[in-house]
């Protein structure tokens, strides 16, 4: 979606919350090499809020580009992009880094904390020439339809989707299954290794309290705690995806297999309401 909105457009594409999928490994180094060959020839920039020499590596390149389109009012940049990626908690990094201000966009562990386009914040102060550099936050944009339950379960276990639309359950049994593809040690302060996740809720609701009336494991508490704490970084630092060479067009491939029939439930589905809505009409007369 964004690849075709935004084609021809001048932009940066910034991968955020670096820490949470890399430990600085050569691997790490490899995949990000990787990712720079799917989005080629757009700039690709990966950033840790928490690093300030990443925060420095996106205003040098603002500066950069800006200062090659200077205008007395100030450049301004908006940032686009799915919901809960960080955009809000990137602005207010480069806001402290640029010009020493604090928080100026309030943030969130939930998607939809931003719910409209603010108004320009300066990251980067300005001189006789020009006002500067503002950046322009705007609410997440959640693609128009989710190819595949897989692709969904992903979505809603890093926090683009509400907690409430698939139950910490599900969540958390999917993220086991990513856990041990990784390493069981990850969660071998609760469990030994398993791929039963109610074994593994109920070790974790005894290890932590979160115990009901009688003793009994809260598994839910503790499956909402659980990806909580994997979103954190608590519980290793790794990326859900397949970062190959040819994994991005195997994925562009099979979506556009299954456009079409996307297509067809969403006409089906118009036709089954206009349906209902004119028996409702026949029965009110």
């Known amino acids: 979606m964004f690849e075709e909105s935004l084609a021809g457009k001048q932009r940066v594409i910034v ?7 890399s430990s600085n490994t050569a691997a790490d180094g490899q995949r990000e090499q990787i990712i720079r060959l799917w989005h080629s020839p757009s700039p690709i920039l990966f950033s840790s809020d928490k690093s300030r020499a990443d925060v420095r590596n996106i205003l ?10 200077s205008f007395l009012t100030g450049s301004r940049i908006m ?22 201000k604090g928080k100026a966009a309030p ?13 320009g914040v300066k990251i980067i102060g300005g001189d006789e020439h020009t006002e500067g550099v503002y950046l322009i936050d705007t609410p997440g944009v959640f ?12 979505l809603a276990l890093c926090g683009s989707v509400k907690d409430t639309i698939i139950g910490p359950t599900t969540l958390a049994d999917y993220l086991l299954f990513h856990l ?9 302060e609760y469990h030994a290794p398993t791929n039963e996740i109610m074994e593994l809720l109920e070790a974790m609701a005894r290890k932590t309290g979160r115990l009901q009336k009688g003793g009994m494991p809260d598994t839910e508490a503790s499956a909402l705690w659980m990806v909580q704490r994997w979103r954190a970084g608590y519980l290793g630092c790794f990326v859900l ?7 991005l067009e195997k994925k562009l491939t099979r979506e556009k297999q299954l456009m079409p029939s996307y297509a067809q439930a969403r ?7 206009r349906a209902r809505q004119s028996l409702r009409n026949r029965q009110a007369e």
Request: glycine content about 8%; charged content about 25%; cysteine-free.
């Open 15 to 21: 991968y955020t919350k670096r820490d949470l999928g």
């Open 60 to 69: 040098q390149y603002a500066r950069r580009h800006t200062s090659k389109t």
């Open 79 to 100: 940032v686009v992009g799915m919901p809960n990626v960080g955009k809000s908690t990137l602005l207010n990094a480069l806001r402290h880094e640029g010009v020493g």
């Open 107 to 119: 943030t969130g562990a939930q998607p939809g904390v931003t719910r409209s386009v603010a108004s």
């Open 143 to 154: 693609v128009p339809y989710v190819p595949d339950a897989q692709a969904m379960l992903k």
């Open 180 to 188: 041990n593809r990784v390493s069981p040690a990850l969660y071998s």
């Open 241 to 247: 995806d397949e970062i190959s060479e040819d994994a």
């Open 267 to 273: 006409k089906a589905d118009k036709e089954a309401r």
